[in-house]
C-alpha cells in the first residue's frame, strides 16, 4: 500500500525518450520542469539500479546520443533558462560573502537559515536552487568524475559564442563588479598598510580593474580583428613579453595580463598573511582577505570562460557548475562560513602558540635535565598555592567569593611560575601541539612532510612531557608532607584532618569520584588558556601596543623613556602568556563554584593540585590509617588526572592548528605505523633522550 504512488509514476527517462513533441526554447517554466526531472533521475535514489549517480548519469548520456528528440528537448531546456534568466547574481554573489562585516554575514546566514529568501523567477539562482533543491545534492553532483559531466555537456552540444551579445554582456557585467569590489577592497587600511611601498604604489588589486577594463573594450569592439596596440591603461604599463603583435589574437594577449595581475593579486593576500605572524591579524582583516581571495578566484573563472576565441570551454564550464552546486546548497551554512572565516585568524593565534611551544620541547640530555629542574620548580610553586588553598577553604565567606579567592591564588601561582622561568607540566600541551602540527603545515613548504621527522617530534614531546610530569611531582607531594608537617608544629593542628582529610582523598580516587570527568574538564580549560593567550599576543602584535605605549602623550611625560621602554617591550612580549594564566586561574578556581551554585557534578582536577592534596590529605589521616591498595590507587588516580589533562588538552590544541593549517590527517595514514615502528626500535627515546648522538632507525 505504502509508496504505491511512487512504483506507478512513470519513468522520466522512459517518458522523455518516448516523447515526439518538442519543447519551445521560449517557455521556460516547461523547460525548468524537464531540467528539474532530468537532474532528479542523475540523483542516486532507493530505486533499484538508482543508487550510484555516476551509473545514472552515463545511462542518461547514453540515452541522450540514441534519441535526437531527447537530445533537442534537453538542450531547448538549457537554453530556455540561459537566455530568459539573468546570470549576473550567479556570476558575482553566489558563494561569495556579501556583508561588509563578519558579524553582519553571521547575522545574515542565521536569518535566511531559518526564513529562506524570496528569490526572483527571473534570477539564474532561482533555477539552479529549484533543480538542486536537497541541501546535499553537492555531494552527489561532485561524486561524479569531472570526465562524466564533460561528456554530458559535449553530448548536448553546450558551445555558447560570445557573438550572443546578451549573454557576453551579462559576462562582461559581472566580470567589472568584482573587478571594483576587488579594487575597493584593496584600498581598504587592513590591505593597503600591509603590502611593500613598491606594491602601494601599483596596487594590484586597483592595476586589475584597468586591465578588465581594457578586455572588456576589446571584446565590445565592433572590429574583431587583432589591434597593433592595447588600450590605455593610467597607471600600468603593458608586462614584458605580453604585448600584442600582428600575429596573436587580442583577446588570449589581454586576458593573460589579467591573468598575471590577478596572481600578484594573489601573492599579495599571501604576502599579508605571512606578515601578519609578527605584525598580528584581526578578524576584519581575515574576513576582507577572505572576500577578496573568493572574488578573485570567481574571477579567474570568468576571464577563463572569456578565453578561448570567446567560446565557452566544457571543461571549466563543468568546474563552474559544480561549484555553483555547492554553493547554493551551503550558502546558509553557519558552519562552513565559520570555518572559513576563522582559519586563518585560529592560524595566526596557534603560530603564537607554536612558537612559544618550542622550548617545551627537549632534544639533547642538558635540555632535559634543564626540563626537570625547571619542573621542579614549578612543582614548589605549585606546594604553596594549594597550601594557600587549604587555608582559604577554612575561612568563612560566601560560595562566591571563595572562588573568587582562590582563583586570584591559582592565577598569581601560575604567574610567579612564568615569572621564575619555571614549568608546570599541565601548560605544555597546549603549546606543544601547535610546534607539532607546523610539521604537518603545507603552507609553508611545498614538499610532503617528512613523517619519519614527525615521528621524532612526537618521541621529544613524549619524554619532554614525563620529565615536566616528574619533575612537578618529585616536588608537590614531598613538599607537600613538608608543610603540612611545619605548619602542624607551628599551629598545633593539622591542617586538615578527620573526616575532611577523608573526602579529600576519596576526591581524587579514580572510581569512586568523578576525578577523570573532572580531569578533562582541566584538560578543555587548559586548552582554552592557551587560546586565550594566542589570541591576545595577536592583538597585541596587531594593534602595534608596544609603540602606541611609547607615543603615549601622557606616558611619555611622566615614566622615564627608558622605563617607558622597557615597559611596551615587556607588554608586547609577555601580555598574551599574562592573560592566559590568569584565565586559566579563573576556570579552575571557579570551575567548583559553579558546580556548587548551579547543584550540578562539576569541577576539576589538575595533576599537581591533586597530588598536593593527597599529600596533605594522607599526613592528616597518617599513613597507617591508609589502607595500603587504598592509598596507591589514590595515586595511581592522580596520575590518571594528569593522562587526561594531557590528553585533553593535547588533543584539542592540536586538532585546532592541524585544520588552521588545512592538514587532514587521514591523509597521511602510514604514520601511524611509522611512528609504531619508531617507537619498538626505540622505546627509551620516548622517555629520555640519548646521551650521545646515534641515528635511529625505524624497523621495517
Known amino acids: 500500500m505504502f509508496g504505491s504512488k511512487n512504483r506507478n509514476k512513470p519513468d522520466f527517462l522512459e517518458t522523455a525518450t518516448t516523447r515526439s513533441t518538442i519543447l519551445s526554447v521560449s517557455d521556460s517554466r516547461q523547460g525548468l520542469d524537464f531540467l528539474v526531472g532530468f537532474f532528479s533521475a542523475v540523483r542516486p535514489s532507493r530505486r533499484r539500479g ?41 556570476l558575482t554573489e553566489s558563494g561569495i560573502p556579501i556583508a561588509r562585516g563578519f558579524w553582519q554575514e553571521f547575522f545574515g546566514r542565521l536569518r535566511h537559515k531559518l526564513l529562506p529568501p524570496l528569490q526572483d523567477e527571473h534570477d539564474f539562482l532561482y533555477v539552479i536552487n529549484r533543480v538542486f533543491f536537497r541541501r546535499h545534492d553537492y555531494q552527489w553532483v561532485e561524486s561524479i568524475p569531472r570526465e562524466s559531466w564533460v561528456r554530458l555537456f559535449a553530448a548536448i552540444g553546450l558551445s555558447l559564442h560570445m ?127 577572505l572576500i577578496l581571495s573568493n572574488r578573485l578566484d570567481r ?146 613548504s611545498d614538499q610532503e612532510p617528512n613523517l619519519y621527522n614527525l615521528a621524532v617530534t612526537v618521541a621529544k614531546v613524549s619524554r619532554s612531557q614525563i620529565a615536566s610530569f616528574a619533575g612537578n611531582l618529585l616536588i608537590v607531594f614531598p613538599g607537600a608532607w613538608l608543610i603540612a608537617w611545619l605548619y602542624e608544629k607551628i599551629a598545633g593542628a593539622k591542617i586538615v584532618s578527620g573526616q575532611v582529610a577523608a573526602d579529600m582523598l576519596r576526591d581524587q580516587h579514580p572510581w569512586q569520584s568523578l576525578s577523570l570527568l573532572y580531569a578533562c574538564n582541566t584538560g578543555v580549560f587548559l586548552f582554552l588558556s592557551g587560546i586565550i593567550a594566542g589570541y591576545v599576543q595577536n592583538k597585541i602584535q596587531y594593534g602595534h601596543i608596544g609603540k602606541r605605549l611609547t607615543t603615549h602623550p601622557v606616558l611619555r611625560l611622566t615614566v622615564p623613556e627608558r622605563r617607558l621602554q622597557r615597559l611596551a617591550a615587556y607588554i608586547e612580549a609577555h601580555a598574551g602568556t599574562i592573560i592566559g594564566n590568569i584565565a586559566l586561574g579563573f576556570f579552575l578556581g571557579m570551575a567548583g563554584t559553579v558546580g556548587e551554585v548551579f547543584g550540578i557534578h562539576f569541577d576539576i582536577r589538575h595533576i599537581t593540585i591533586s597530588s598536593g592534596n593527597v599529600a596533605f590529605a594522607a599526613y592528616g589521616l597518617g599513613l597507617e590509617n591508609i589502607p595500603r591498595w587504598y592509598l596507591l590507587t589514590v595515586i595511581g588516580g592522580v596520575l590518571g588526572i594528569g593522562f587526561f589533562n594531557f590528553l585533553v588538552s593535547f588533543s584539542l590544541a592540536f586538532f585546532v592548528a592541524a585544520r588552521s593549517r588545512g592538514v587532514r590527517l587521514n591523509k597521511y595514514p602510514a604514520f601511524l605505523g611509522i611512528l609504531w615502528r619508531y617507537f619498538r626500535s626505540n622505546p627509551l627515546d620516548f622517555i629520555r633522550p640519548r646521551r650521545r648522538s646515534v641515528p635511529a632507525t625505524v624497523a621495517e
Not at 555516476?54 to 537566455?83: K, M
Not at 600582428?246 to 604576502?271: F, H, R
Not at 602558540?353 to 640530555?365: E, P
Request: net charge neutral; glycine share 4%.
Open 50 to 90: 538508482a543508487r550510484d549517480a555516476t551509473r545514472n548519469l552515463e545511462h542518461l548520456t547514453a540515452a541522450l546520443q540514441q534519441h535526437p528528440v531527447f537530445l533537442t528537448n534537453l538542450r531547448h531546456a538549457l537554453f530556455s533558462q540561459l537566455i530568459r534568466t539573468d546570470l549576473s547574481a550567479t
Open 299 to 444: 574571477i579567474m573563472i570568468l576571464v577563463d570562460l572569456l578565453d578561448n576565441d570567446r567560446h565557452f570551454d566544457t571543461g571549466k564550464f563543468v568546474d563552474f557548475f559544480r561549484m555553483l552546486v555547492r554553493n547554493e546548497n551551503r550558502k546558509n551554512s553557519i558552519r562552513e562560513f565559520m570555518s572559513q572565516s576563522m582559519g586563518y585568524l585560529a592560524y595566526q593565534i596557534a603560530e603564537h602558540k607554536g612558537s612559544k611551544g618550542s622550548k617545551y620541547i627537549t632534544s639533547t640530555w642538558s635540555e632535559y635535565v634543564a626540563m626537570l629542574r625547571s619542573a621542579m620548580g614549578g612543582g614548589a610553586w605549585i606546594c604553596l598555592a594549594v597550601f594557600i588553598k587549604n587555608l582559604l577553604g577554612r575561612l568563612r565567606m560566601p560560595i562566591f567569593w571563595h572562588g573568587f579567592a582562590y582563583s586570584v591564588n591559582y592565577s598569581i601561582s601560575f604567574l610567579l611560575i612564568e615569572e621564575t622561568h619555571t614549568t608546570l607540566a599541565t601548560k605544555q600541551p597546549a603549546f606543544t601541539a601547535s610546534a607539532v602540527a607546523v610539521a604537518l603545515d603545507t603552507r609553508k
Open 163 to 289: 557573438d550572443d551579445r546578451r549573454i557576453l554582456h551579462q559576462l562582461l557585467q559581472s566580470l567589472k563588479v568584482l573587478a571594483f569590489q576587488v579594487a575597493q577592497l584593496g584600498l581598504e587600511k587592513e590591505v593597503r598598510n600591509y603590502i611593500s611601498p613598491e606594491q602601494q604604489e601599483d596596487n594590484p588589486f586597483v592595476e586589475q580593474n584597468y586591465r578588465i577594463h581594457a578586455l572588456e573594450q576589446w571584446l565590445l569592439e565592433e572590429d574583431r580583428t587583432p589591434s597593433p596596440a592595447l588600450p590605455p591603461s593610467p597607471a600600468l604599463s603593458p608586462s614584458p613579453g605580453l604585448s600584442p603583435s600582428p600575429g596573436l589574437p587580442g583577446t588570449t594577449v589581454l586576458t593573460g595580463q589579467v591573468a598575471e595581475t590577478l596572481q600578484q593579486c594573489y601573492d599579495c593576500i599571501a604576502q599579508i598573511r605571512e606578515q601578519s605572524y609578527s605584525r598580528g591579524a584581526s578578524l576584519h582583516q581575515t574576513y576582507t582577505l
